[in-house]
């Protein structure tokens, strides 16, 4: 064939390509359909490690190029947002002046035994630190202390330089809505947290809803479990194995389905990325303990006497 032979069949190819999105835009029952079969085919499609779905070019910081792009980009995180995602961790109090400060020290000879915290945030690869406790030992108020002093990510600067670092949270919540409480909401949380600092790989991330939101500037298909596990796996394991991200999730034992998947969940996503550290907070029921019975953690109502001595002294004078 000539070159023109060929130009002329790549033009009718693209124009009866125009013709039938064209009529698949104009029909909804098409439309579904259409975004339904790229959802099911991804899920029988097996994804290779270091598989690159699509080229989206970018410029030098990383962003999406185009406008169109940044569109898609924008709708796609608004669809993994959930309400009120930050609204447990607002709740919850700020340590009072001058407590939980000892959780950067190294563990005191003649205290009760716990795994030093610091060791864990700058040691090349410890995986899970568990912080575990009696109900209203403070657990929560410790993570959100964690999570917000910057001394945390001090020390996370010898494990991961900051401009490597990815960090996310979540707190479940039994006394929030549905999605606070629930393993999708703990990772449609993650995703979206992470997503907005790795813009540019969303398109190999989440390939069948970037091609969806392409056709029709629209997804309105459910999320799974499955999809957002794999999802996080390929962030984290393929498509970012030289970054390095660290997750706090607050209060296990308030998911309220199934436990044992979500320990499951978070185990075998640590094993598989040596890049990835997760502190997780949770009243020390059997599940957990065998769950994390082997990786560093600490009895929180062990350490805090100090802490209730300093609150008490202080209010009373």
């Not at 996370?156 to 909401?185: I, R």
């Not at 499955?226 to 984290?236: D, F, I, K, N, S």
């Not at 199934?258 to 020390?284: F, M, W, Y």
Request: hydrophobic share 35%; with cysteine; glycine share 6%.
């Amino acid at each position: 064939e000539t070159i023109a032979e060929v130009r002329d069949k790549q033009s009718q190819i693209l124009e009866s390509g125009r013709e039938f999105l064209t009529q698949v835009k104009d029909s909804e029952r098409w439309r579904r359909d259409l975004i339904r079969a790229i959802q099911d085919n991804s899920r029988h499609v097996p994804r290779r490690r270091g598989y690159r779905r699509a080229h989206i070019s970018t410029h030098d910081d990383g962003k999406l190029k185009g406008r169109h792009n940044r569109q898609i980009l924008t709708w796609l995180l608004r669809s993994l947002r959930i309400s009120d995602m930050t609204d447990r961790e607002n709740r919850i109090p700020n340590a009072f002046k001058e407590t939980f400060e000892w959780v950067y020290r190294d563990p005191a000879a003649h205290g009760k035994p716990w795994s030093s915290f610091r060791a864990f945030l700058e040691q090349p690869h410890r995986g899970i630190y568990w912080i575990t406790g009696k109900p209203g030992s403070g657990k929560s108020t410790l993570m959100k202390y964690l999570t917000r002093n910057p001394r945390t990510f001090e020390h996370l600067h010898y494990w991961a330089p900051e401009t490597k670092l990815v960090f996310a949270s979540f707190y479940f919540w039994n006394s929030g809505c549905d999605m606070q409480m629930s393993v999708e909401g703990l990772l449609r949380t993650i995703l979206c947290q992470c997503l907005k600092k790795l813009s540019s790989s969303v398109p190999e991330i989440l390939p069948e809803r970037w091609e969806a939101y392409t056709l029709f500037g629209e997804d309105d298909y459910p999320w799974s479990l499955q999809e957002l596990g794999q999802a996080l796996r390929t962030m984290v394991v393929d498509v970012y194995p030289h970054r390095d991200f660290f997750f706090m999730i607050d209060g296990l034992d308030e998911c309220s389905g199934d436990q044992g998947q979500l320990t499951d969940l978070i185990l075998e996503l640590v094993e598989s990325a040596p890049n990835l550290k997760v502190c997780v907070a949770s009243r020390p029921w059997a599940l957990f303990e065998d769950a994390f019975h082997q990786t560093p953690q600490l009895m929180l109502q062990y350490l805090t006497f100090g802490d209730i001595k300093r609150y008490a002294t202080s209010k009373f004078y």
